[in-house]
């Protein structure tokens, strides 16, 4: 009975509090509803990312790159992406990554951890 607004925020809101399981269901619907899939998309991403499951992190965050690159969350998703390729041992791709980050978003917090990470993975 909710609206798809609606169900998105609730999402959101069991996301925050790490309520990964109710909240999965939840964005699946509204992704495949094609309601904000870019959002949806980077939601399940992190979901994926904070249980390790780092393929599939990477394949919702290009979803959602692909789908809207302007969004506020990109520095997160270009460095969850990154670490993502690196537990995976893709090194290249997650080197890339940390660099585009560097590039394209220089004054982000994420960008202080993608120099430390690349000096890590470069050494």
Not at 15 to 29: E, S, V
Not at 64 to 79: Q, T, V
Not at 87 to 113: C, G, R
Request: avoid cysteine.
């Amino acid at each position: 009975s909710k609206s798809k607004k609606e169900l998105l925020e609730e999402a959101k809101k069991l996301f925050k509090k790490d309520y990964f399981t109710k909240a999965i269901p939840i964005l699946d619907y509204l992704k495949n509803e094609n309601y904000k899939p870019a959002e949806t998309n980077y939601i399940l991403g992190e979901i994926s990312f904070y249980r390790k499951k780092y393929n599939d992190a990477i394949g919702y965050y290009k979803t959602s790159a692909m789908l809207f690159d302007k969004a506020a969350y990109m520095p997160k998703l270009l460095l969850h992406s990154a670490i993502s390729f690196e537990k995976t041992n893709n090194v290249e791709n997650a080197s890339s990554f940390y660099n585009t980050l560097i590039d394209v978003y220089p004054q982000t917090d994420e960008a202080t951890t993608a120099n430390k990470n690349l000096q890590y993975i470069n050494k």
